[in-house]
C-alpha cells in the first residue's frame, strides 16, 4: 500500500523560502516529487499538511496540493493493477513523466528559472531549447533517443548556422544540463546518459580577450564629441565600466546615487550577489557631474536607460538592460571608426581592457579583489590572456643571436 503528503523540504532557496513537496512511500521507502511551489516557513502548518491563510495564495495552492494527491493516487491505483512488487523509483518515474519528453523536463526547467527571477539566464536558455527543438522538428522527443549521434548532427546543424564554438558549446551544455535533471527526478535511466567518457564530451573552446590599449583609450578619453549625443553617453557608460574595473554593464545601469557614498561606489554585483566597495577615481566625478542635473531622489539610477522602470520589475529591467547593451555598442562602433581604432569596441570589452592594461603591474591577489572572482585561479586563468612579457622574453633568449 502505497500513501502520499504533502511535505515542506528543509532546504531553502536563495530567497528564503521551502519548496513543498509530495511524499510517495511504500513499503517503508519513500520518494518526493518538487510541486514547485515555494513559501516561507511561517505560512506552512506542518500538522495539517496544507499551506496557512496567512499565506495570499494558501486557497490556490492548497488545491493544487490536494488535486496533485488525487491524480498522483489515482495513477498509483492504475499502475498496481495487475502489476504487483513496484518500487517507489518507478512509481515516481511514471508519476512525473510517464513518455520521458525532453522538452517537458526543459519547460519544467525554464519555467523553475523564471519562478526564480533568473531573466538572464532564462533569456539565454530559452533560445537554445527552442533552437534544439527546431533541429528536431518535433515538439516531444523521448530522452532516451537524445544519443551522441543526434547531438553530433545538431553540433552541424549549427555550425551550418554559423554559430561561434563557444555558443554551440552553450547549446549543448543546456541539453546535458536538462538531462542531469531529468536522471536526478527518476525519469530516465543514467544508462541513457549521452554524455561523458567515450561519448559527447563538452570542451570549452579558447577563446581570445582582445582589450585597448592605453593609447586607445586616450584615444577615446580625447576624442571630441557633442555633449548629450548618443556616442557622447556611450562613451560616458564606457569608460565609467572601465574606471571602476571593467563593471558589468548590468551593474552600471543598475547603479543608483544612494550606492556612491563618502567617496566611494558600493553596490552589490548582479552575477553573483557580491557586495563591492571602490574607490571613486576623479574621472568618474567628471562623468557623474554630466548626470547630476538629473537627479530627482537618492534612489534614482545614475543612467538613464532604466529610468520609469519599476525597480521590481526584475524581468522588465534586464529586458532593458539587454536592449540598451546593444544599443551603446552600436554607438561604440561609431566611436571606434571616429578615433581610429581598429579593434571592436563593446561595453564587455572594458574589463578585457582594464586587463591588458593592468598587465602584470598589479599583483594577482588586487586584480582577484578588483575582478571580484571568487577564486585567484578564475583571476590566473583570466588575466594569462593579456600577460605575454615572460613569453616574449623567452622566446627572444632563444633567436635573439
Same mark, same amino acid.
Request: aromatic letters at 12%; proline letters at 4%; a positive charge.
Given at each position: 500500500m502505497s500513501t502520499i503528503s504533502a511535505i515542506l523540504r528543509k532546504k531553502a532557496n536563495k530567497q528564503g523560502q521551502y519548496p513543498i513537496y509530495l511524499r510517495i512511500t511504500k513499503d517503508r521507502k519513500s520518494t518526493f516529487i518538487n510541486l514547485e511551489q515555494y513559501i516561507n516557513k511561517s505560512d506552512w502548518d506542518e500538522k495539517a499538511k496544507r499551506v496557512r491563510k496567512s499565506h495570499p495564495n494558501s486557497v490556490r495552492l492548497n488545491n493544487l496540493i490536494s488535486k496533485r494527491i488525487s491524480e498522483a493516487g489515482a495513477k498509483i491505483i492504475d499502475m498496481d493493477i495487475g502489476v504487483h512488487n513496484q518500487d517507489v523509483k518507478s512509481i515516481r518515474k511514471k508519476l512525473i513523466n510517464s513518455d520521458n519528453d525532453f522538452f517537458t523536463v526543459a519547460?519544467?526547467? *525554464? %519555467? %523553475?528559472?523564471?519562478?526564480?527571477?533568473?531573466?538572464?539566464?532564462? %533569456?539565454?536558455? /530559452?533560445?537554445?531549447? %527552442? @533552437? $534544439?527543438? @527546431? $533541429?528536431l522538428k518535433c515538439e516531444k522527443f523521448p530522452l532516451e533517443q537524445i544519443?551522441?549521434? *543526434?547531438?553530433? @548532427?545538431?553540433?552541424?546543424?549549427?555550425?551550418?548556422? /554559423? *554559430? @561561434?564554438?563557444?555558443?554551440i558549446t552553450n547549446y549543448l551544455i543546456i541539453i546535458r544540463t536538462i538531462y542531469n535533471s531529468a536522471i536526478r527526478d527518476g525519469i530516465v535511466d543514467a544508462k541513457h546518459y549521452p554524455f561523458g567518457r567515450n561519448k559527447m564530451q563538452i570542451k570549452f573552446p579558447e577563446t581570445q580577450k582582445v582589450g585597448l590599449t592605453e593609447e586607445e583609450v586616450k584615444k577615446m578619453e580625447n576624442l571630441e564629441l557633442e555633449i548629450g549625443s548618443q556616442e557622447w553617453h556611450a562613451r560616458n557608460v564606457w569608460l565609467f565600466s572601465f574606471y571602476f574595473a571593467g563593471i558589468r554593464v548590468a551593474d552600471v545601469l543598475k547603479t543608483k546615487w544612494s550606492e556612491i557614498q563618502d567617496g566611494r561606489l558600493q553596490y552589490r554585483m548582479n552575477k553573483n550577489q557580491k557586495l563591492v566597495s571602490l574607490k571613486i577615481p576623479d574621472k568618474i566625478l567628471v562623468i557623474l557631474s554630466y548626470y547630476k542635473k538629473d537627479k530627482t531622489a537618492n534612489d534614482d539610477y545614475i543612467f538613464p536607460e532604466l529610468k520609469g522602470i519599476d525597480k521590481q520589475n526584475k524581468k522588465a529591467i534586464v529586458s532593458t538592460t539587454s536592449n540598451a547593451d546593444k544599443n551603446l555598442n552600436k554607438y561604440l562602433k561609431r566611436i571606434a571608426k571616429l578615433a581610429g581604432i581598429d579593434k571592436k569596441i563593446t561595453m564587455h570589452i572594458s574589463r578585457h581592457t582594464f586587463g591588458n592594461i593592468s598587465g602584470d603591474k598589479i599583483s594577482i591577489q588586487m586584480l582577484q579583489k578588483l575582478y571580484r572572482h571568487s577564486s585567484i585561479t578564475t583571476t590566473v586563468n583570466y588575466q594569462s590572456n593579456f600577460i605575454h612579457k615572460d613569453v616574449d622574453d623567452a622566446l627572444d633568449s632563444v633567436i635573439g643571436f
Open positions: 519547460d519544467n526547467y *525554464l %519555467n %523553475n528559472l523564471e519562478r526564480l527571477e533568473k531573466y538572464t539566464q532564462l %533569456n539565454s536558455d /530559452k533560445p537554445r531549447v %527552442n @533552437s $534544439f527543438r @527546431s $533541429f544519443t551522441v549521434p *543526434l547531438l553530433k @548532427s545538431f553540433q552541424t546543424y549549427l555550425i551550418e548556422k /554559423k *554559430l @561561434s564554438q563557444r555558443t
